[in-house]
């Protein structure tokens, strides 16, 4: 772990914490870009979810909120190791502090009680009163890309930065774990956003499948706006009855091989 002394290694953290995350959204946001859209794009072109052009500028607009959104994501990380170094938070250092099987289990603990809070926010963000002022900055790439990932208005960001720093006050996480959730909601992210499926056909009806989230159903959120509010798996919508009724249509659509014929 990071320790902060002084002035110094706090302006060498935050920089440091800032290229990292930054920097993982823009290395993961290339890569998908790259494979889905260049190398493999005759493959994958049938599989586009939303037809509908990108307006101009918007991958720049994107990547503009994006920093934005990494500089409060750095902030609130900042934050989260004073309080560690002060002994507010578990996070912990040795890996046999707990047992073996605790370490899986705090990671899908975590990203459980994520989804929850994020399922039930999204839904909030999206009340007529609350959504000009918060989340139509996300909502303004009606068709997405990898870069649509992190570009959310600075409201939005921090109100999504702040849960999973809050667990670490109350739930026991090695420092890696903490780092590998970062990665699966950055990877997620990445996924959901890229408006290329990526699943393979009836994906959305095998046994993991079904739960999880990917470029149809998030895609349809971008264009239907009352459905799909998930972040990375699909049962808070099938509990709550949100799904869209289009998307195992969708996503049947886009994944045959009849669509890429007729591509």
């Keep these: ?15 440091l914490f800032f290229i990292a995350i930054f920097g993982r959204y823009v290395l993961f946001s290339i890569a998908f870009w790259w494979v889905f859209k260049v190398s493999m794009k005759d493959q994958f072109a049938h599989r586009e979810v939303q037809l509908r052009p990108r307006k101009a500028g918007q991958d720049w607009r994107e990547i503009g909120w994006s920093a934005v959104t990494s500089l409060i994501f750095t902030l609130i990380g900042l934050g989260v ?20 099987l605790w370490y899986p289990m705090s990671i899908l603990l975590v990203l459980f009680i994520h989804e929850t809070y ?15 002022w918060v989340h139509k900055t996300h909502h303004d790439s009606i068709t997405t890309s ?10 939005e960001s921090t109100l999504q930065a702040i849960i999973i720093p809050a667990l670490t006050f109350v739930i026991p996480l090695h420092f890696t774990a903490v780092g590998l959730i970062l990665i699966i909601m950055t990877l997620s992210s990445a996924v959901n956003h890229l408006n290329t ?59 045959s091989n009849s669509a890429r014929r007729e591509k």
């Design 1 to 15: 772990m990071i320790h902060i002394t002084g002035p110094a290694t706090f302006w060498l953290t935050a920089i």
């Design 81 to 100: 190791i004073l309080t560690y170094q002060n002994g507010f938070t578990q996070i912990y250092t040795d890996i046999h502090a707990h047992s073996v």
């Design 118 to 132: 994020y399922y039930w926010l999204h839904r909030w963000m999206h009340r007529p009163g609350i959504y000009r």
């Design 146 to 155: 990898p870069w649509t990932a992190f570009s959310f208005h600075p409201l």
């Design 197 to 255: 499926e990526i699943y393979p056909k009836n994906f959305d009806h095998h046994w993991l499948g079904r739960w999880l989230i990917g470029a149809t159903h998030h895609s349809l959120h971008h264009t239907q706006f009352r459905f799909n509010y998930g972040l990375y798996f699909t049962f808070w919508d099938k509990w709550m009855k949100t799904e869209s009724p289009d998307f195992h249509r969708t996503f049947g659509e886009k994944t």
